[in-house]
């Protein structure tokens, strides 16, 4: 069987040279029992290769199973896998068979094979290099004759290199590599896969064909699809079905093409380390220590400033923008903590007169100036403070102890004996 016949067995359309090269990959290595590793990226069709080697090969009337790997939780895995004794694990109510033991004899597709948590790796390279395998929750070894290919779209090397795949188990399933080319790397299949989509969702959904212009023809061949093969499959069903116009130029093509210049969260932080570290908790910590720093440098040259210079406008007019800043930073917590005791919240930055600025820059006038200034210092007496809320509280309920107690926050037997304490009557 050549290329030409699998292509038409398992309506593989496209001519490209790179995918002529994976069908003959295929066909060569179906025969075998050697393990083979798909890979490429998502939606471009790395699924029905391991059909066509099952297909073609001594095992083609022998079970064939296909497993997500990726869409069964870490947990239950090694169960799926393997099977589990009754009572293994809570609501094991009854002995189970893993795939393993259901496709003895026949082929076992493992996609998304890089999303195996390392301990079923373990498992998975004993199964390879042996063909035994235990249960969960049991001890007796089983055999099996299973042969495996396994698919994945990440770096595989790389995956190694970090530590999150097992590099025996890599070359285990990479014996033989089989590489399924980007929709993007066969720009020549593009507009063959389109027809063939279109004719199909016609008969479908019996609406009339569908024709491109030459330039809805070269924006489908100059588009990025990153979703490969599958993108474009339902790109062309959107058209069938929606489209009125049964002829589309470019400008339609473009409202059912996502547009490649937007981006999407989370970024990735690249990095020119040869490590190539993750971006951590610790980098983060380091940028809020860099912006304090930067935050006490701003603050001590604004005090300098008023010792070296003494208080003016121009002063706060320099480093308004920073004063504003801090002003919008503490704004919030001067509310908070007015509101709890019925003050209103002011911040207001009074500009001294050129007097005062004059007494500040003679030496000779400031011991003068701050002894008047302690005169007029406000208490910081904690029994001032808290008498003088007390009496806001009862003026501002008007003599209501009640009300007043419940605005301070406090029992009204606790206010009877603190206004008895402070001599309130």
């Given at each position: ?96 068979k893993g795939y393993f033991e259901v496709v003895d004899g026949g082929t076992i597709f493992l ?222 917590q001067i509310k908070s903590d007015a509101e709890g005791y019925g003050i209103a919240p002011t ?23 701050l002894q008047d200034a302690q005169e007029v210092e406000e208490s910081l007496s904690l029994v ?42």
């Amino acid at each position: 069987m050549d290329n030409q016949d699998i292509k038409n067995r398992f309506g593989i359309i496209g001519n490209s040279p790179l995918l002529n090269r994976a069908i003959d990959i295929a066909r060569q290595v179906a025969p075998t029992d050697i393990s083979v590793l798909i890979q490429g990226e998502s939606g471009s069709g790395k699924e029905v290769f391991s059909h066509i080697i099952h297909q073609l090969s001594s095992r083609k009337h022998g079970p064939f199973i296909a497993v997500n790997c990726g869409a069964i939780p870490e947990g239950t895995i090694d169960s799926e896998l393997f099977g589990h004794e009754k009572g293994s694990f809570t609501g094991a109510h009854e002995a189970r068979k893993g795939y393993f033991e259901v496709v003895d004899g026949g082929t076992i597709f493992l996609d998304e094979v890089g999303e195996l948590p390392l301990g079923t790796q373990a498992r998975l390279l004993r199964v390879l290099e042996s063909g035994e395998y235990i249960r969960v929750g049991s001890s007796k070894v089983q055999k099996t004759n299973v042969r495996v290919v396994a698919a994945t779209n990440v770096n595989m090397f790389e995956a190694v290199q970090k530590g999150k795949f097992r590099e025996d188990l890599y070359y285990r399933l990479n014996t033989v590599p089989l590489r399924v080319p980007s929709l993007r790397e066969r720009p020549e299949d593009i507009n063959l896969l389109f027809r063939k989509f279109i004719v199909d969702f016609s008969e479908k959904y019996r609406s009339p064909g569908v024709q491109l212009t030459e330039d809805a023809q070269n924006m489908l061949r100059n588009y990025n699809w990153p979703g490969n093969v599958r993108q474009l499959k339902n790109v062309a069903e959107q058209i069938a079905v929606l489209e009125k116009e049964r002829v589309v130029d470019a400008h339609t093509l473009q409202n059912y093409l996502p547009n490649e210049s937007r981006t999407s969260l989370p970024a990735i932080v690249s990095s020119n380390n040869s490590a190539k570290e993750d971006f951590s908790e610790r980098d983060l910590l380091y940028k809020v220590l860099f912006d304090m720093k930067k935050d006490m440098v701003d603050l001590k040259k604004l005090v300098v400033e008023l010792i070296q210079k003494g208080v003016d406008s121009s002063t706060f007019d320099q480093n308004s923008p920073y004063i504003n800043q801090l002003y919008q930073e503490i704004e919030p917590q001067i509310k908070s903590d007015a509101e709890g005791y019925g003050i209103a919240p002011t911040l207001t930055i009074h500009s001294p007169n050129n007097n005062t600025a004059n007494v500040l820059k003679n030496p000779a006038a400031q011991d003068e100036y701050l002894q008047d200034a302690q005169e007029v210092e406000e208490s910081l007496s904690l029994v001032d403070k808290e008498s003088d809320l007390i009496k806001k509280a009862l003026k501002k309920h008007r003599g209501k102890r009640k009300a007043a107690a419940q605005e301070l926050g406090i029992s009204e037997r606790t206010l009877y004996r603190k206004i008895k304490d402070l001599n309130l009557d």
